[in-house]
């Protein structure tokens, strides 16, 4: 299958920094991604859609603010948590679709586990 | 809206024992399903997708679904559990021909399986 690749696959940040995750598709264009939370133990939560060349669309209660999307090319997608405190620590994932004929497969990366102290 | 709901919160076997994991699905239209796993301190792997065509579909590590459209389920079966099949399992679903949709997931079932 597909390709995703995300970086960093963990980082350890101070109170009030901001880090930047980025999202790639190796091997196929992704006019969208998308980015996800895992809190432990529970389900993946969709933060945003990410859309390449215009703004992101962000889920309900997501702070458009505070997690910045940028989705500059075809292939890179980037979330930065600003002045991320220690109740952003968690394991953000990206996803990209490919279009198979009519139907969307999601490939995900390995996921950045963030850990802000 | 779609929401999807896996019934079983943590499921202990013993190997060689059968799995059945509940997946049931909230969607107007017609969708595509998903079954992932998630290994301790791993990324998702994708287990096996059902688009269209024969509602049993087979997957990797023996593992398989079925797609029961009265019923707005997919519940994962695998026949003889091993101790490797330790895990997170999440249901996905996402609109079918409708281009880059979001996957729904479910809360995640946690299984456990015993030597």
């Known amino acids: 299958g597909a390709v995703v690749s995300q970086h960093p696959s963990w980082v350890i940040c101070k109170s009030g920094t901001s880090v930047k995750i980025e999202c790639r598709s190796l091997?196929?264009?992704?006019?969208?991604m998308f980015w996800y939370r895992q809190f432990p133990k529970q389900s993946l939560m969709l933060m945003a859609t990410?859309?390449?060349?215009?703004?992101?669309?962000?889920e309900q209660g997501v702070e458009k603010d505070k997690f910045l999307i940028n989705h500059a090319s075809l292939t890179l997608s980037t979330l930065t948590v600003t002045s991320a405190h220690p109740e952003d620590s968690s394991f953000y994932i990206c996803?990209?679709?490919?279009?198979?004929?009519?139907?969307?497969?999601?490939?995900f990366g390995q996921g950045t586990r963030l850990t802000v102290v | 809206a779609q929401s999807v709901s896996q019934h079983n919160h943590h499921v202990i076997l013993s190997e060689a024992a059968s799995l059945e994991l509940g997946c049931n699905y909230s969607?107007?239209?017609?969708?595509?399903l998903f079954w992932y796993v998630q290994y301790p301190g791993q990324h998702l792997q994708l287990l096996l997708k059902?688009?269209?065509?024969?509602?049993l579909v087979k997957g990797i590590k023996g593992f398989e679904a079925e797609f029961i459209k009265s019923k707005f389920s997919f519940n994962l079966r695998k026949p003889s559990v091993q101790w490797s099949d330790t895990a997170e399992y999440f249901c996905?679903?996402?609109?079918?021909?409708?281009?880059?949709?979001?996957?729904?997931f479910g809360k995640g079932t946690t299984l456990s399986v015993s030597s």
């Open positions: 996803s990209a679709p490919q279009l198979q004929g009519f139907n969307t497969e999601a490939f």
């Open positions: 091997d196929f264009q992704a006019t969208t």
């Open positions: 990410s859309n390449e060349g215009s703004k992101a669309t962000y």
């Open positions: 969607y107007g239209g017609t969708v595509n």
């Open positions: 059902y688009f269209s065509g024969d509602p």
């Open positions: 996905a679903v996402n609109a079918r021909n409708q281009a880059g949709t979001a996957l729904i």
